[in-house]
Structure formats: C-alpha cells, structure tokens
C-alpha cells in the first residue's frame, strides 16, 4: 500500500535518548528544557526573532486570532485545510471568501480589494502546498486598507520568500508540526511573528493567559506542548536537508513523467525557494479525476484530494459561488511523496496514472 504520505520517523536510539534525559529530569510539560531548546534551534536554523512552539497548527491560527484581537469579517481562501476557514468562524469573525489564482493556487491579491468592507479586519492566507503567495501585493493591500495579515504556513516549512524564511511574513504566521507534514513533531505546531509585543501576548495565552502563579495577564488557552513532542521535533531536526532533497527528487522524477501527459503545474512564486511538500496534479475534468484515483486506488495506491472540497461550497461555511477555486478543488489530486518512496513506486505509480489518461 503507498498512501500519499507517510510520516517520518528516526531511528527509535536516537528518539530514546531524549526520552531518557526527560526520565532523569521527570519535567514532562509546561515549557520544559526540550521545548525551549527546539524553540531555540528552529529559530536558530530558519533565521526568525521569535517562534512559539505550540500543540498543534489549528491552535497556532486561533491564538493568531485573538492576539490581533481579529473582528467581524476575515477576508481568507477557499482552496486551503478546513482549519483555516474553521479557525476563522471559531474565533466569532465571519470568513469572506476570496477567489485564488488558477496559476499559484494561492489567494489572488487582484480580487481582494473588492471584498473589503467597513467591516473588514484582516486577510488569512494559506501558502498552498508550500509554494509562498504574492506577500508584497497582498502587504501593499492590507497597508492601504489598515487590515492585519496572517498566512497559514503549515505546508512552507523549509520555503523561502526573498531570501528569507516564510514564516517572517505577515503579522503572524503558523505553521503545523503534524505526523503528516515534511517535518513534524508528531503533533505541534508554531506562531511566528516580528513584533515582540505581539510575542509576549501569544505567550500568555498559549498558558492560560497566566503571569506568574497568581496573576492572569490574558484570557488563555491550553497550547502548550509536551517534552516528547519536542523531542521528536529534536530528533527530526538533523535530518531535515533528507526531507528536503528527497522530496525535490522525488518531485523532479514525477515532472518527468508528467510532461508527457502537458497537464498545468502550479506555478511557484518568482521569488520563492520551494520545498516540494507536495505533488499537486491538476487534471483536466472530474470524470478524469475520478478515473485516476479509481485506477490508482485498485492498485493499493492512495492518493488525497488536498483540498476538496471548495470551502466556500460547505455549507456550514455560506460562501458564495468562486468558479477558480471550486474548478481545481474538483481536478486536484496531490500524489504520494514522502522520504522513503522510492524512484520505482514513482515510475509504477506514474505508468497508472498514464495509461489512466490514454497515454
Ligand atoms: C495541517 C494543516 C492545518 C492544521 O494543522 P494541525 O497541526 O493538524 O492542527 C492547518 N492548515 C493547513 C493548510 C494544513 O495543511
């Protein structure tokens, strides 16, 4: 069975050598030693002034949320995990949909000035499949407007914008560290933010809103994670260039197959360095889409519709009608990629994929 991702584990000595120095200590939670010294080596290694490891990425945008003190209506994109939208209607704002480029995949900064409303407050944005939006357009919109930005970027981890980490953009970004993503923690997740203020409020909140024992600086929540995840996080940590480079082969070997069959690529922003999280394949109808996944599904291989559906279709959501996002959600399937698939699962997965489309 090849499923389209499969977490990453290391090797189980190097795991327990953490877990042991957390047996001598018996400090299991609330920011332990481990959890500050992954904090302080993500932040080290991605070159970004303040990170909040947290449990896991959906608590990442709530805790955004609230520290921005985010009212009524949130502009944000149709075409990401249900999490983003989720988070929105959790945190009491109203998500207004906002149509994303057929090219990018990610939220068109060209359609966002018409949704703006007296109302508006700020703009949430996924990074879709880790490939950076165009974060100075959408910058020079929320600047104008006086609006907040959050980017979602939980798919980015390893992608850079100009030079510099991802996650340095916006007023705050998250970002997950689930078993599914290129790197985890098990369950995890992170805010990231340049504004020490900000920092300080997220901090708060991630524990009860506490300021020492008896004081309470915020309203709070529970997000703090444990000393086993951020041992895992450790542990991932050297093999994080592994992740990255298979993952780009892996990409580059799928490319190879692909053109013969000329199906659209999603088009990486100009001043990205990507991280090849995943391995969207657009295809041309739904009837297509259906067969691909039939046939590739009867030979024990399974691939996800990351994301379907449109979100502004679910209905508990009350979009209204965007013809971009809907048409890719019902034409993309994201193929399997992770470290340890090897060049002939791709080559036997691609020669379904082919033959399913009468090549
Ligand atoms: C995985 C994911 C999330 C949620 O992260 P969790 O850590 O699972 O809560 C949010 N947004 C996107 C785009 C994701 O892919």
Known sequence: MINV???FLPPQEEYLKYVEGIWHRNWLTNNGPLVNEFELKLKEYLKVPHMLYLNNGTIALQIAIKALDLKGEVITTPFSYVATTSSIVWEGCKPVFVDIDPR???LDPKKIERAITEKTTAIIATHVYGNPCDIDAIQ????????KVIYDGAHCFGSMYKGKSVFAYGDVCTTSFHATKLFHTIEGGA???NDPELLKRM????????HGHDEFAEVGINAKNSEFH????LANFKYIPDLLRSRKEQSLRYD?????????KQTINKDAQFNYAYYPLILKSTELTHKVIRELEGNWIYPRRYFYPSLNTVAIYKGNTLPVSESIANHVI???LYHSLSVEEIDFICRIILRACNY
Do not use: D, E
């Open 230 to 233: 951020a041992a895992m996080g």
């Open 203 to 210: 901090s708060f909140m991630r524990n009860f809103g506490h």
């Open 140 to 147: 020079q919109i929320a600047t104008k407007h006086n609006l």
């Open 334 to 336: 994201c193929l399997p």
């Open 191 to 193: 805010v990231f933010t």
């Open 5 to 7: 991702t499969k977490p």
């Open 104 to 106: 990018s995949l990610n």
């Open 256 to 264: 190879y197959w692909m053109q013969t069959i000329n199906v659209p």
